[in-house]
């Protein structure tokens, strides 16, 4: 029985041998071809590809800069309407700090010189509100300050200020 399971396995042993020995030389003999069919296939799909495409996509490198710029994309719409709401509330106080420049300008066209005290008596407003405004005017050159170290300032309409007021109507041509 022992001589049945040697004979059995060396026949097993020369079939397998055979076999290998068969691909081998199978493959030996046909890798010219296959060299060529995969020469002609890479040289086929060459010129599709683009440079990005060499990197591989499923790189952590690349997932931290895909995480990075959508934080980044985030970050930027935020701050666009955070710009956006500032700009409406720069656009509501200069409307509201013009309309008050507007009521000093049209209380200096009434007076030939006047102080700030005289200006904030008379439309009621706060006296370093009333600064902060006449400060707004002389920068804008629409009235012009007299300083006396003896008494308080004076100021008076620029002509910069009378043209404004008759480009707006509030003053008589005649």
């Known amino acids: 029985m022992l001589e049945i399971l ?3 396995s060396i026949t097993e042993k020369i079939i397998t041998g055979l076999g290998v020995t068969g691909g081998i030389s199978l493959i030996c003999w046909c890798r010219k071809i ?7 296939r890479i040289n086929r799909t060459r ?14 490198q690349f997932a931290r800069l895909v995480r990075q710029q959508r934080q980044l994309i985030l970050r930027n719409k935020r701050l666009h309407a ?17 309309d008050d420049q507007l009521a000093v300008l049209l209380f200096a066209a009434k007076q030939q010189a006047f102080t700030a005290a005289q200006v ?23 009235i012009r300050a007299a300083y006396n170290y ?17 480009e707006q109507g509030l003053l008589p041509r005649r």
């Open 6 to 8: 040697d004979t059995f």
């Open 34 to 40: 296959i060299a060529s069919w995969l020469k002609r």
């Open 47 to 60: 010129h599709l590809l683009r440079p990005h495409q060499s990197f591989p996509r499923h790189t952590l």
């Open 82 to 98: 955070e710009i956006a709401q500032l700009n409406l509330q720069f656009s509501q106080k200069n409307k509201q700090t013009g």
């Open 120 to 142: 904030a008596h008379s439309i009621k407003w706060n006296p370093q509100f009333t600064e902060l405004i006449i400060s707004q005017c002389l920068q804008a050159q629409t």
């Open 150 to 166: 003896l008494r308080p300032t004076l100021y008076s309409l620029t002509n910069h200020g009378r043209a404004f007021l008759l």
